[in-house]
Each structure stands twice: as structure tokens, then as C-alpha cells.
């Protein structure tokens, strides 16, 4: 995760934090992200001596965070046009340049609206669906949220997801999930893990998820899972965003109409446990396209749809 966080708004949550007597979930959870969260680059327009009047940054540095001093966040976003992955940005004031970032994925937040903005964000991407509950049935997907506002990427782990069998139909789920979360003046990336038996099936499957989502700028890369050069089990069928997990014990191929003893749960990376969880998951999953980039013998099954997903994988989590 990149952090850019400006001087002032450390100084100021520090005196607000340790001076409350009652701290706020939004407080509670940011305290805990400056605390005790890993694999962070820090970009701070501080200086290094600063280190030592800021208990937060200290704590930072101690927790290996890869830190970057002296950068100035004016400068550096004035006219940013490059890619974004998971980048959360706190500033003492609102900034002119707030808004190109935000469309291009990162979270942006001043001093005045952070708790506001970290509660909405928790009240939108937080939930629990019931698929044995009545009230549920038809299941629609616009009942919650996969992308929060303009993330732009989505990592589906789902062995079934392009199955389109009679009572599961991708024009029902896959394809109408996408419709419900994407924004047609946006730009996304998709990538899918699935089982993948028969190639001529798959490309098929590809052209009409391509021809269903011609309003919508998106690019499609399928990985096939091929559980021998698995490292973990990707056993459980979970959709990652920029920012959140989603996931489904029966999966994301749904029958809309059929009652099940299961549940869609949904949660961000404002809980650390979603956010470790995140980063372990992504990690392996990246491990795993390089094995199977380097799979190459005669009875190599199918294994990507395009030769450019393997690096598109790795560029955006380099991001």
C-alpha cells in the first residue's frame, strides 16, 4: 500500500488522537494503519528529523515501511497521471488535485473529513448477504458493491465463474455482476482464475462477456488453475478490489431463484485482518502466474487467454 501523508496531518491527528478521551472507530482504525500495518511505502513531505516528534512515524519506520522523506506532495500529484493500485492520501487541507486522483483510484482525505469519509467508505463496502434468507431471492448483484467508487481492478478466484449452465447463466452473473459495479466512463482491469477445460469453450466465453460489455472499457485476462503448481489451495471463491474482498463460500455463479446455505461477506482493507489478508492472497496469487507463465511442454494445458495478462498482473501490484 502506498501512503502519502503530509507533516501537518500527522502533527494534527497525533494532538487529536492522544487528547481524546474517547477515540472514533475512524480514529481507532487509523491509528492502527500508521501502527501496525506492513508492506507500506510512506512518501511524507517530512524531513527525517521529524522521526523523532512524531510517535506515529517512528512507529512507521520501526515497522519496516519503506519511507521516502522530504517529498513534496504538491509537486509530486500536480499533474500524476500514472497508475494506481492501493494509495490512501492524508493532507491537513482538501487539495486542488484531490480529484484526478480519486478517478484514478486512490483515496484521498484532509484533516476535516477523514472520519466522515473512512465511515462511509466502511458503511458502503462492509455486508453480509444471506442466501438462505427469502428476502434475498431473486439475488441481484446491485444488492452491494465489488468496487468502491473508482477503483479500477477486479481479481476473481472462482473455478465456476464462466460456467453457464441452464440455471446459471453468465448473462445473470458474471456479466450482470460486472454491469451493476462498472462505470462506463471508466477504465478497468479484470483478472480471472477459474478452471479452464476446453479452450475453444473459454475464447467463446471471452467474446461474448466482450460483446455484452461493449459499453463498458474493460480488459479480460483468464488465468487457468491448474492445482499441481498450486503453492496455497485456492480453494474459496473471493473477488479482490483495490481496496476490499468479497467473497462467497458456493461462489459467484449463482442460481438466482435457489436458496443456499451460504453467504456473500464483504470487507475492506480498513480492517487489518482483510488487509493481511489481501496482501498474502495477491502474493501467492503472483507466485502462481509465474509458474504457470513458465509452464511450457507438450501436454501444457491452456493457460491464459493473452500472453500480456502475466505482466499486467505484475505491473499492477507493483503499483
Known amino acids: 500500500m502506498n501512503l502519502f501523508v503530509e507533516k501537518e496531518f500527522f502533527e494534527e491527528f497525533e494532538l487529536d488522537y492522544f487528547c481524546s478521551d474517547k477515540k472514533t472507530e475512524p480514529q481507532v482504525i487509523l491509528f492502527q494503519l500508521f501502527n501496525q500495518y506492513s508492506y507500506i511505502r510512506l512518501y511524507t513531505n517530512a524531513s527525517l528529523e521529524f522521526i523523532g516528534d512524531s510517535e506515529l512515524l517512528s512507529r512507521l519506520t520501526d515497522n519496516n515501511a519503506n519511507v521516502y522523506f522530504d517529498v513534496d506532495l504538491d509537486q509530486y500529484f500536480q499533474s500524476y497521471s500514472g ?6 492520501i492524508f493532507t491537513k487541507e482538501p487539495k486542488d488535485w484531490f480529484q484526478p486522483l480519486i478517478l484514478l ?4 482525505f484532509s484533516f476535516s473529513d477523514y472520519e466522515s469519509r473512512i ?3 466502511i458503511k458502503k463496502t462492509h455486508l453480509k448477504v444471506d442466501l438462505s434468507d427469502p428476502e434475498n431471492l431473486p439475488f441481484k448483484w446491485n444488492k452491494f458493491r465489488l468496487i468502491y467508487e473508482h477503483s479500477n481492478l477486479l481479481i476473481i ?3 465456476y465463474i464462466l460456467a453457464d449452465k441452464s440455471q446459471q447463466k453468465l448473462k445473470n452473473n458474471l456479466i450482470q455482476m460486472l454491469k451493476e459495479n462498472l462505470d462506463q466512463n471508466h477504465d478497468y482491469i479484470a483478472f480471472i482464475f477459474t478452471d479452464v477445460e476446453d479452450e475453444t469453450t473459454i475464447e467463446l466465453k471471452i467474446k461474448k462477456i466482450y460483446s455484452d460489455l461493449s459499453a463498458y472499457r474493460i480488459k479480460l485476462f483468464v488465468f487457468n488453475r491448474l492445482k499441481y503448481i498450486e503453492k496455497m489451495d485456492i480453494h474459496d471463491r473471493i473477488i479482490y478490489s483495490n481496496y476490499t474482498i468479497s467473497e462467497s463460500g458456493i461462489g459467484f455463479n449463482l442460481s438466482s431463484y435457489k436458496m443456499a446455505n451460504s453467504q456473500i461477506i464483504c470487507s475492506s ?5 482483510t488487509y493481511k489478508r489481501l496482501c498474502n492472497h495477491l502474493s501467492e496469487l503472483s507466485a502462481y502466474i509465474n509458474k504457470l507463465e513458465k509452464l511450457n511442454h507438450i501436454n501444457t494445458p491452456f493457460k491464459a487467454n493473452s500472453c500480456r495478462g502475466y505482466d499486467a498482473f505484475r505491473d499492477i501490484l507493483q503499483c
Open 269 to 273: 482493507i480498513f480492517e487489518k485482518y
Open 105 to 108: 483510484g486512490a483515496l484521498c
Open 119 to 121: 465511515s462511509e467508505f
Open 83 to 88: 497508475r494506481i493500485f492501493q494509495t490512501l
Open 157 to 159: 478466484s472462482d473455478p
